[in-house]
């Protein structure tokens, strides 16, 4: 069964740390990626990791958030440091899906709460 779970989230105050993990099962990452969806807005990129460890962010996490994997286990971290209220949100893993070296779409995980407190 293809899965990406995610682990980690909860609730932390202003300036304090989370780490979020991500677990694949069924499959094997190539890149992945944490996306991030506050109330009433769009889902957001935040970082994303190939599978040779190519690394982007985006601007509002730069020098903040660090995402990293581990290729044997086939996982991923992004380890949230200096969070701010702005940071509050459901934290997505995102992986692509491929076929016959195509990708022909994404495999999402279930998401996991962050929510900063002031």
């Known amino acids: 069964q293809v899965q990406l779970v995610e682990s980690g989230g909860g609730l932390v105050q202003a300036g304090g740390s989370l780490r979020l993990s991500c677990a694949a099962s069924?499959?094997?990452?190539?890149?992945m990626a944490w996306y991030r969806q506050a109330p009433g807005k769009q889902r957001e990129f935040v970082a994303k990791?190939?599978?040779?460890?190519?690394?982007n962010y985006a601007d509002s996490v730069k020098g903040r958030f660090t995402i990293s994997r581990d290729n044997a286990r086939n996982t991923g971290v992004l380890q949230m440091n200096r969070i701010q209220p702005e940071d509050t949100a459901v934290y997505y893993c995102?992986?692509?899906?491929?076929?016959?070296?195509?990708?022909?779409?994404?495999?999402w995980g279930q998401g996991t709460q962050v929510t900063v407190s002031s």
């Open positions: 990791i190939s599978s040779g460890g190519w690394i």
């Open positions: 069924g499959f094997v990452m190539n890149t």
């Open positions: 995102n992986a692509p899906r491929i076929s016959s070296g195509l990708v022909v779409g994404d495999y």
